[in-house]
């Protein structure tokens, strides 16, 4: 292949963007979804603001 | 008139005002945003010999002539746009894809006997992505010459893969 | 003035029906893996694809194949502005809650895509053109839309009551939607070092099919990541959002304070 390093550079590139962005978006989705199961927990499941149904619907994704 | 209306009336009015606005400003500015001047534009007013300049344009079939002196490689070849053309002069490496008949664009001035004088030459590939069998295809079957201009409608060739060149080229 | 009101009611209230924060999760979740997996399969087809099958180009070479990621970007780059400015129409109009925490979320993954559109326009320059970068309209435009992104990013989260932050940078937003079309139109209008577009509305592709086909497969394929890592992003932006309101919220009572949201945060942090 002619201009293999700029290709492979390019591609390299693409991936590496492509992991930062999905595996930092997964990361923070398990953390948040962790984080809000706690605190609904510790309210005694009461609803909150007649937020809860949606909540549990996030947290049992 | 209720105030979400309101709001969405005005959204749309800053939107077209701004718009206008670079519009307007963009076609005022319009020579100053182009990235090079055509050879017949370099005819019709020549720039002073201290402006550095960028000249677009084909280089002409058979107008290429390489020299080496010592180390470096001297080019010339003439740039046109159809209707004018401007002699180049160049030392240095030039790009993979110079070629005749290749769109190029020279950065450099113009010199006193009318020539260009490049301090860069970078060269301009078009939009047309096609299989080099097929290009082969093309230049056997006589469709298209690169050395004299862009491709045929790829609505002609855009369908052809390299399997169906090489049958075609086969066959005839 | 008569139809509006009526107009706006409906669209208001589609709205709110389809894209309240809350029923968005519910949405997003079962949406998620509908993106995700076809994301990661058609990305890999189309560059795999690209790089292995397609042919090399009669003049470019294999260089060609930079293609099959720099074209993706690019149209990730202006579509996720564009996205930006509807959620803008969206948060100065209707105020939409579910808007502003997009507008937040899809910024950082714009600006990610456009700095990549440059990057990798850039090493497919070097070897073509012979040059790195120029000024010229297209890519001079491609970095001005980067940089409105760089001010959308920032400008949101400028202020201490975030709702300033969400009407200052959906103003940004709108303004800078100016730059599309001249990113667009801009190797038509000016004669740009940057070649014109292959694939138009009006005419036949300027692209062999073999080329043109692992070019939509992972065109695609990056759109649908977008989508999903924007997706996912919003729904722990929601999350996150839900988690803010629980700790300030004084439901037991005048007694819980900040401070004691504050720790019980900080605790859930660790």
């Known amino acids: 292949m002619t201009h293999l390093p700029y290709i492979l550079a390019a591609y390299g590139l693409a991936g590496a963007l492509a992991l930062y962005l999905s595996i930092g978006a997964a990361l923070r989705l398990r953390r948040d979804r962790a984080r809000l199961a706690t605190l609904e927990a510790a309210r005694g499941r009461q609803p909150v603001d007649g937020q809860t149904e949606t909540g549990r619907a996030g947290v049992s994704a | 008139m209720k105030r979400k209306t309101r709001r969405l009336w005005l959204v749309i009015a800053c939107v077209a005002g701004l718009g206008a606005a670079a519009g307007l400003t963009l076609s005022a500015f319009s020579s100053n945003i182009v990235f090079f001047m055509t050879p017949s534009q370099v005819a019709a007013k020549v720039p002073p010999a201290d402006r550095t300049i960028r000249l677009g344009g084909m280089v002409v079939a058979g107008s290429v002539h390489r020299e080496r002196h010592g180390e470096t490689p001297v080019n010339s070849f003439e740039v046109t ?48 992505y096609m299989p080099k069998e097929v290009a082969e295809e093309l230049q056997k079957s006589g469709k298209w010459d690169p050395k004299f201009g862009p491709p045929p409608n790829a609505a002609s060739w855009n369908a052809m893969t390299a399997k169906d060149a090489k049958t075609s080229s086969r066959g005839s | 003035m008569n139809a509006s009101p009526t107009f706006m009611d409906r669209a ?40 292995f ?65 440059l990057a990798t326009g850039s090493l497919w320059g070097k070897p073509m053109w012979g040059t790195w970068w120029v000024w010229d309209a297209r890519l001079t435009s491609v970095l001005v839309l980067f940089f409105l992104y760089l001010g959308h990013i920032a400008l949101i989260r400028a202020f201490d009551d975030p709702q300033r932050g969400y009407r200052a940078a959906a103003i940004l937003a709108l303004a800078g939607a100016v730059d599309l079309p001249i990113i667009k139109f801009s190797v038509q209008w000016w004669n740009t070092l940057h070649q014109p577009d292959s694939i138009t509305l009006t005419g ?30 919003l729904r722990a932006g929601v999350m996150e959002h839900r988690i803010r309101s629980l700790l300030t919220s004084p439901r037991r009572g005048t007694s819980v304070n900040a401070t004691l949201a504050e720790s019980g945060a900080q605790e859930l942090a660790v």
């Open chain 2, 81 to 128: 746009d159809g209707q004018a053309a401007v002699t180049v002069q160049f030392e240095g490496i030039l790009p993979d894809l110079f070629r005749e008949g290749q769109s190029v664009v020279a950065v450099g001035s113009m010199t006193p006997g009318g020539g260009f004088a490049a301090s860069e030459v970078l060269a301009k590939h078009d939009e047309t």
């Open chain 3, 53 to 117: 099958f397609s042919p090399a180009d009669w003049q470019q070479g294999d260089s060609v194949r930079i293609m099959y990621v720099h074209v993706p970007c690019a149209w990730l780059a202006s579509s996720g502005y564009a996205a930006l400015a509807v959620c803008a129409v969206l948060s100065l109009v209707w105020r939409h809650p579910l808007a502003d925490l997009a507008a937040v979320e899809i910024g950082p993954v714009g600006a990610c895509v456009t700095a990549t559109c």
């Open chain 3, 12 to 51: 208001g209230a589609l709205f709110h029906r389809y894209a309240n924060p809350g029923r968005f999760l519910k949405l997003g979740a079962a949406l998620q893996p509908w993106l995700t997996w076809p994301a990661i399969v058609l990305t890999l087809c189309g560059l795999g694809w690209g790089l």
């Open chain 3, 204 to 233: 036949a592709p300027t692209m062999s099919h073999a080329m043109l086909w692992p070019l939509l497969v992972s065109t695609l394929g990056f759109t649908l990541g977008f989508a999903a890592i924007v997706v996912a992003r």
